[in-house]
C-alpha cells in the first residue's frame, strides 16, 4: 500500500493517447466482457486509444491486426474496469475517519485534495476505474474529477455529488448543504448544479457517522423528498438517497429515485424488511447499493471473535439483500470506501465478500455484474462497465477465473483506464 508513494511520469502519460494511432491487442485465455454467461476462451481486446476497438477470440483476428502491438497475459482473465458505486474520496477510511476529516479541514482544503488524491491511486491501483463520491466538499471533489479526466493525476474516472443535502446538524453536516424545507432544498440543488455536480445525494436518514442524528428515522419530509426529485428532474440530476430505514426507504422507492444507498430496513428492533418496497423498488427499477461488504468482509475473515449482537445483525441484513435481489430490485455495488475501516484498496476483496452463503447469496458472475454491466447501466454510464466497441478502455486482467473464484480479483496483472495502462503497486514497469 505505501510502496508507490511515487507518481513518475512513466505512470501517468503527460499527453493521453490518439484515438486512432495508438492500437494494441491485449490477448489472454479468458475474455468475459461484463455479461456473458461465460467467458471466450482464448480471447482478445483491440484498444485503440482510450476506446475498445474490437472484441473476439484470436483465432479470428484478422490479417491487419495480427501485427498491432500484443500484451500477452496467459493464464488470466481479462474483463471490464471495476464500478466502485459509493465512496468518499475526502474521508480517510481509518478507524476515526471523521476525526481526521475534521483536522484536515481545519488546515485546509489543501490537505482534503491531497487525502482526495492518495485515495484515488489506491483505487485505480486495485482495478477500480470509475466510482461515483456521494459526499465531498465541492472544491476538493470537483477538482480531482477534473484532473483524472485531464490526464494530470492517475485514477479512475470520477462521477459526483460534491456536497450532499441535508437537515441542520444532520448527516453529515460537515461538508453538506444544511436545508430545512422545500425550498432550502430546490437552492441546494440548484447550486450543486451550477458548480458541476454529477449527481443529487440527500441524507435522508441520520447516520451512524454523525452524532446527534437518528439513523432509523428520516430526516426530511416526505413532500421535501418530492420536492428534491421534483427539482433534480427539472434539471435533469439522478437522485442518490442515503437510507437505512423502513419508512425513508419506502419514501424513496414511491419518489422513484435513482438509486438507495445502504437500504437496510434497519429498525430499533431489528430489521423490517417489507416486501411492498421491494416490488416497487424492482418496478420503479429503484436500484438499491448495499455497503456492507467491508463488515462481511471482517466476518469472513474474522481476524476477532464477532459479538453476539453485531453477528445477529449482519445476518439479517444478509436476509435483505437476498430478500431485495429475490424481488428483482437491480443491485450496484459500492464499498463506502472512506469510512469507518474501509478502504480504496479493498474493493476487489469486498467483492468477494458478497459472494455465496457467506456474502448475500450472490454468485461470482452477479457480483461482477454489480460492479461492471449492472453498475454502468443503473448509474447512467453507457461509455463503460461492458467491453465493447466504442466503450472507454477501462479494462481489468487478473490471475485465474473470478467468474469462478472471485479472490482472483485481488490480483491483478493488468489495469487500464480510459486506455491508460496503470500498474498495479506489486508490478514493475515495463518497457
Ligand atoms: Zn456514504
Redesign the pocket.
Known amino acids: 500500500m505505501e510502496n508507490g508513494a511515487t507518481i513518475t511520469n512513466a505512470r501517468v502519460p503527460q499527453r493521453r493517447p490518439e484515438a486512432t494511432s495508438d492500437r494494441r491487442l491485449i490477448v489472454a485465455d479468458r475474455v468475459w466482457d461484463g455479461r456473458a454467461a461465460h467467458p471466450l476462451q482464448d480471447g482478445f481486446v483491440l484498444i485503440e486509444g482510450d476506446r475498445i476497438g474490437a472484441v473476439g477470440r484470436v483465432a479470428e483476428l484478422g490479417d491487419s491486426m495480427t501485427a498491432l502491438p500484443r500484451i500477452d497475459l496467459p493464464g488470466t482473465t481479462v474483463l471490464p474496469g471495476l464500478i466502485n458505486g ?3 474520496l475526502a474521508l480517510s477510511g481509518s478507524s476515526r475517519p471523521v476525526r481526521d476529516y475534521l483536522k484536515d479541514a481545519r488546515t485546509g482544503i489543501a490537505a482534503l485534495t491531497v487525502r482526495a488524491v492518495r485515495n484515488l491511486r489506491l483505487a485505480v491501483e486495485s482495478g477500480v476505474t470509475t466510482v461515483r463520491d ?2 465531498i466538499v465541492n472544491e476538493v471533489g470537483f477538482t480531482v474529477r477534473d484532473a483524472v479526466a485531464d490526464g494530470r493525476i492517475p485514477g479512475p474516472r470520477v462521477v459526483t455529488s460534491g456536497q450532499p443535502i441535508t437537515v441542520t446538524g444532520g448527516h ?1 453536516h460537515w461538508f453538506a448543504h444544511e436545508c430545512d424545507s422545500a425550498m432550502d432544498i430546490r437552492v441546494a440543488i440548484r447550486r450543486q448544479v451550477r458548480d458541476g455536480a454529477d449527481w443529487i445525494k440527500l441524507m435522508l436518514s441520520g ?1 451512524n457517522l454523525t452524532p446527534g442524528t437518528n439513523p432509523l428515522a428520516p430526516q426530511f419530509s416526505r413532500d421535501e423528498l418530492r420536492a428534491c426529485v421534483a427539482e433534480s428532474r427539472r434539471l435533469r440530476m439522478p437522485v442518490a438517497v ?1 437510507a437505512y430505514d423502513p419508512q425513508s426507504i419506502r419514501w424513496a422507492a414511491e419518489c422513484d429515485v435513482d438509486t438507495v ?2 437500504c437496510l430496513f434497519e429498525t430499533p428492533e431489528g430489521v423490517g424488511y417489507d416486501p411492498a418496497t421491494a416490488d416497487l423498488m424492482a418496478e420503479n427499477a429503484v436500484a438499491f447499493v448495499p ?1 456492507v461488504s467491508g463488515a462481511l468482509r471482517r466476518d469472513r475473515e474474522g481476524p476477532a471473535p464477532v459479538a453476539k449482537r453485531v453477528h445477529d445483525k449482519q445476518t439479517s441484513i444478509r436476509e435483505v439483500f437476498r430478500k431485495l435481489l429475490a424481488a428483482g430490485v437491480p443491485m450496484v455495488a459500492g464499498s ?1 470506501a ?2 469507518p475501516e474501509r478502504g480504496f484498496g479493498d474493493y476487489p476483496a469486498d467483492l468477494a465478500a458478497l459472494v455465496g452463503a457467506a456474502g448475500i447469496g450472490l454468485s461470482p458472475r452477479r457480483a461482477l455484474i454489480a460492479a461492471t454491466s449492472g453498475a454502468a447501466e443503473h448509474l447512467g454510464l453507457a461509455d463503460t462497465g461492458v467491453l465493447e466497441p466504442g466503450r472507454r478502455a477501462d479494462v481489468l486482467a487478473v490471475r485465474g477465473d473470478p467468474l469462478r473464484d472471485m479472490t482472483a480479483l485481488e490480483q491483478p496483472e493488468l489495469i487500464m483506464a480510459a486506455g491508460v495502462r496503470v500498474p498495479p503497486p506489486s508490478v514493475h514497469q515495463e518497457s
Open positions: 459509493h465512496v468518499h456521494l459526499g453529515c447516520g442515503h444507498e445502504h455497503t463506502d472512506g469510512v
